[in-house]
DNA sequence: CACACCTATTCAATTTGTTGAGTATAGGGG
DNA sequence: CCCCTATACTCAACAAATTGAATAGGTGTG
């Protein structure tokens, strides 16, 4: 229900094409929220025929154009609306916590390479994240940001990505270690 | 697609009936998946079509009476070329964090007080968790446990609950902190 | 003894989300 | 010059999730 308002907040931040949101929905904002491209589309399509965001088309001279969206009065006021409207619980899906929930009647070895898979992702958002958390501060300290910006939502957003992924590799690691001492100790078993 | 799966390897811990499961979900596993009751009982009615559970009446004197799910063989099967599966990379869903995202242009009590109350939901699915986390090492150390248990998969899945909400007190706790001090310095004000 | 609340489940309608393909232009590498 | 990749979308079909209500016996409270 509320991809819609996910996006009003991405666009929050300033203008974007379809295109560009399906990315950062992607890649980034991941942390918060995910959509496929064709949600996003579908949906600004909606928001656009509900006055909440208004399109202007930006001519391309070496690419195809671009619909370019951005906020309108309605839209802006409709976002104030949800942010003071409690939110609901966040929900989490997770293959992999499923598999591991079942770990114990399988092979750990398919277990283990799964968690440095994700250990793996997780180094890379993470990265990622602290090159955007440097642009954000742009030199500056926290305090001092925290004091002069008016992007503090999106820094505490950018927070709890790079925690939630820090969390990642640690549990990843746990994980691994774990599964692969039981390993040695008791070669293929199953059982207590 | 794969709350199949999930109920799947709810089950593997045990037979439990549509109810029960329903209350797992909104509580409990809801560290790795969140569904709706009726989201339940739809997939199990799908699942036991396709012989991957098997349900038994269980009469009951003083409650109406339930129907007891457990994996057949052919569940445990599919379970475990379920986990041989590349899983797909966890998806979130977060109002929370889509409000905070756009807190910079609206007034930031109803953030703190969002904040407050996710911290708080935190603390007690934590404490949840630590009674869970007692009852499964029952008085042993982790390292016995670890060595000792054919339950290793739930409680990896636990921890990473654990380290979850854990994270959520004190990101949360950043957030109040951050908001809160910025009122200060500047009462009502929305800018640079 | 009425009323609210808990167990335990089912039905129907609607909204969301996913999958897969298809269109079109442009730039770069071999 | 062909193919691959990237930009920038659109369409259609299907699967899954959400919402709201209904049913029905039992328990505890005032």
Redesign the pocket.
């Given at each position: 229900?509320s991809?819609r308002h996910a996006l009003l907040a991405a666009l929050s931040q300033g203008e974007a094409?379809?295109?560009?949101l399906a990315k950062r929905f992607d890649v980034g904002v991941a942390e918060f929220w995910?959509?496929?491209?064709?949600?996003l589309?579908r949906d600004l399509?909606r928001l656009e025929q509900d006055g909440m965001v208004s399109a202007r088309v930006v001519e391309?001279s070496?690419?195809?154009?671009?619909?370019v969206f951005s906020l309108t009065a309605a839209g802006r006021e409709e976002l104030r609306a949800f942010t003071r409207r409690p939110a609901k619980p966040p929900?989490m899906r997770d293959e992999f916590l499923v598999q591991l929930q079942a770990v114990d009647l399988t092979d750990p070895g398919a277990a283990v390479e799964a968690a440095a898979t994700r250990r793996e992702r997780a180094r890379q958002k993470l990265a990622g994240y602290d090159q955007l958390r440097e642009r954000m501060l742009a030199g500056r300290g926290e305090t001092e940001f925290y004091a002069e910006s008016s992007q503090v939502g999106p820094y505490l957003t950018l927070m709890a990505g790079r925690m939630y992924e820090q969390l990642n590799i640690r549990w990843a690691t746990t994980v691994i270690e774990t599964l692969t001492r039981r390993g040695e100790s008791a070669p293929a078993a199953d059982g207590e």
């Open positions: 229900m991809l094409s379809g295109y560009e995910s959509a496929t491209p064709q949600q589309y399509e391309q070496r690419r195809p154009n671009k619909r929900a």
